[in-house]
């Protein structure tokens, strides 16, 4: 049971580096046990190396009960709030995702991710609130979390990053990647309704069309190759 966990935190580490949400070695990932300790990635290790062994055992107020040289990550605090409050958690993420921290530090008045108008956010993961701000490592990180667990299972953590918790390991992979999704089209929608908004003020036309000859070219070439897409 425990080397299905650890294979699993070693195999998502490295999907959520591949995911482009972790740089150097950002980020922890940690799992609820059946003996009511957790296992946690350690301090200092890129996520696309980790092994088995690298993992360390720690009980609910983070003392360190497997025989290790190395230091759990400084941002256990964060995962221990969400084991301890949320009994349905069974995997915790903790992510660096660009685009929704990036979102979190240009537009401070926002408390959560602005999501209402994406019909696959709402149905999907509900709200998303942004964690006030609270030095990465400490214990105050742990605290901030209070307000919105169990309630919520995808956070963004202002100027900082994510997290994500879930009854599963695929569970909290999809939020992440839905997170930092949504958090792009967001992004997106903000930046063509500048340019747009910018195009109408300089009276210019918002799409510069091919010459029509062309464009009778490109149809009836489309006409010759049939309904398949490309
Ligand atoms: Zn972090």
């Not at 993420?93 to 685009?99: A, E, K, R, S, Y």
């Not at 100027?159 to 918790?165: K, N």
Request: hydrophobic share 45%; aromatic share 4%; net charge positive.
């Amino acid at each position: 049971m425990s080397a299905t966990i650890k294979k699993n935190l070693c195999l998502y580490g490295a999907k959520l580096k591949a995911l482009g949400v972790l740089s150097a070695t950002d980020g922890n990932l940690s799992a609820r046990l059946k003996n009511g300790r957790f296992l946690i990635t350690p301090s200092g290790v890129s996520k696309s190396s980790l092994k088995p062994s690298d993992l360390i055992e720690i009980d609910s107020r983070g003392k360190v009960c497997s025989q290790t040289a190395r230091l759990p990550s400084s941002e256990m605090s964060m995962h221990l709030e969400i084991f301890a409050r949320c009994p349905q958690a069974q995997v915790v993420f903790h992510v660096h995702p660009p685009i929704a921290t990036a979102l979190s530090a240009a537009l401070p008045e926002l408390k959560e991710l602005p999501s209402e108008f994406l019909s696959e956010v709402i149905l999907a993961t509900g709200r998303v609130p942004i964690v006030p701000y609270a030095r990465p490592g400490t214990k105050d990180m742990g605290e901030a979390l209070r307000p919105f667990l169990p309630e919520c299972r995808l956070l963004i953590l202002a100027r900082h990053g994510a997290l994500a918790w879930a009854e599963s390991f695929e569970e909290a992979l999809f939020g992440v990647e839905r997170l930092e999704h949504s958090a792009t089209i967001v992004k997106a929608t903000l930046e063509i309704r500048a340019s747009v908004e910018s195009l109408k003020r300089h009276s210019k036309v918002l799409l510069e069309n091919l010459p029509l000859a062309e464009i009778e070219f490109l149809k009836k070439k489309r006409k010759e190759i049939g309904n398949r897409l490309l």
